[in-house]
């Protein structure tokens, strides 16, 4: 069975310091891997897409690092902010060819950044 | 605006009583989803649906119903609501090609309360 395990549950930091979230997937064949932020009582929103193909890609702040041959993902949060504290949750894609719709999530990491 | 629209977003019922929580999107996706999200246990998926007239279970489909008779409604149904049934439900929509499920658009959420 496909799983998407995320590390640590949750973690807490100081405003302004770095910090970096893990994602482990079993998922195969992979297509890819989404990284969602979820701010508490909203619906989660897409920070960024990883493919095969890709191994690092930014989006202000954060950047998203895939390793296809380990299955092995982390989302690294730089001069972190009070806004940053959200859930962080780890979609991964089958290449399914049936007729499911080939999504598997983790249950996410909560993140709290302290002033 | 493209938006998910969920409703109602807070809701207070007793057991037994049949209640519908509306999903509407208006980016003409192919693919729509429920979820129910718990402490500790993240998003876990109720029912999908790649398209109008196709429904599929998701991993918790027990006590819930859908249909889906238009493209931009996707309606969940609690036919007889239970205590265990008390959770926060996320919709969520996206384009389908092929066997490729996009980027996740969610809604606010429904709290939904079974006394």
Redesign the interface.
């Known amino acids: 069975k496909n799983q998407v395990e995320q590390s640590p549950q949750s973690l807490i930091i100081l405003e302004g310091k770095n910090c970096t979230l893990q994602c482990n997937y079993t998922v195969s064949p992979f297509s890819n891997l989404r990284w969602y932020k979820q701010d508490t009582g909203r619906g989660p929103v897409s920070l960024t897409i990883m493919t095969f193909s890709e191994n690092t890609k930014s989006n202000g702040r954060y950047t998203a690092t895939l390793d296809a041959d380990t299955k092995q993902s982390s989302l690294h949060i730089t001069a972190s902010q009070l806004s940053d504290s959200a859930s962080y949750i780890c979609v991964v894609m089958e290449d399914s060819g049936g007729g499911a719709d080939g999504l598997t999530f983790g249950k996410g990491t909560h993140l709290i950044i302290q002033p | 605006e493209a938006q998910?629209t969920q409703n109602p977003r807070y809701l207070i019922t007793v057991t037994g009583k049949k209640l519908t929580v509306t999903c509407s999107q208006n980016m003409n996706h192919e693919?729509m989803?429920w979820y129910r999200q718990d402490p500790?246990?993240?998003?876990?998926?109720i029912y999908?649906s790649?398209n109008v007239e196709v429904t599929?279970k998701g991993d918790v489909p027990e006590g819930y119903k859908v249909s889906r008779k238009e493209k931009r409604n996707f309606p969940l149904i609690l036919e007889s609501p239970s205590p265990n049934q008390t959770s926060l439900y996320?919709c969520?929509s996206s384009f389908r090609r092929g066997?490729?499920?996009g980027?996740?658009f969610?809604?606010?959420?429904s709290r939904l309360t079974v006394l």
């Open positions: 998910v693919y989803s500790g246990l993240g998003l876990r998926q999908y790649m599929d996320f969520a066997r490729f499920t980027e996740l969610f809604g606010e959420g």
